[in-house]
């Protein structure tokens, strides 16, 4: 921290440039935790730097996947809890780049907040730390940026990206996917970070007190409490996976639900029958859907259900896959094939 770095007009502004720095003091000790092989300095140079380790690899591949976690926000800033949206941040990005194969190797987060409060940032940090180490990956850096006049004080946003890295000949694309291939469900967490501009109209957030109230339906957990689980990180179990079993496609289900996501790791001609009655649908969609009359169809298309990830293997690495998955700590299990057709997904 500078000491002589101080701006009274840029502050009268809004700007408080010691309120970064003492932030950045904060945080360092959850960045910290994050530190791997790779990481070659400390916070606070103009770039983050990260020493790329290819050995045994024929032709490195890196793989990149940026997001955010959109208006799930409301419900951090509803219950004042900033802990956890961070761990959300970076599990948009990873579990992107996963399906490919790909293993996380570092993430940068970017922070736009009206004001900077040192305390609140540092906490949004220290989730932003947890889903690194969640998923293997360094913090090797990141920006806070104040915009007063443009976001009310308390109001912030969050994003980032992520960088990963796979052997060419190993990443995962649809091209082995056949027809008779089962599709392995991992199931999510909660809503994780999308379709959540549905959930604030149908729960009325801005004007429903009862949100932050303890609900029997979720043993005393507040909906709020509930909505803001943050998303589940697949990364670890997955390499693990990756090892041992011929993994054919991966799709990580958020915005679009099963629709739009588990469509993109099959060929043209293939489609996924999947079980209705197998999905393990969690209390929280079921709870969606009845209080805003939401069709089924859109809540599939919208909300991952309770299946978080979908992973497609050969009928004879099944049991190998689930045993490999729940070894890892998931509740991994079947819940359809490969079928001939252009549809997409259809359920039965």
Known sequence: MSNNSYSESYK???????AGYQAVELMKKHIARTKNEGCLDDVGGFGGCFGLNVAGMEEPVLVSGTDGVGTKLRFAMLVDKHDTIGIDAVAMCVNDIICCGAKPLFF????????????KIAAIVSGVAEGCVRSGSALIGGETAEHPGMMPEHDYDIAGFSVGIVDKKKMIDNSKTAEGDVVIALASSGVHSNGFSLVRKVFDVENNADLTKPCAEFDGKSIAEVLLTPTKIYVKPVLALLEKVNVKGISHITGGGFYENIPRSLPKGLCAKITKSAVKVLPIFDMIAKIGNVPERDMYNTFNMGVGMSIVVDPKDVDTALEILRGAGEDAYVIGEIVKGDDGVVFC
């Open 12 to 18: 009268a502004a809004g700007v408080d440039i010691t």
């Open 108 to 119: 940068l987060d970017y922070i736009a907040c009206g004001k900077n409060f040192p305390e």
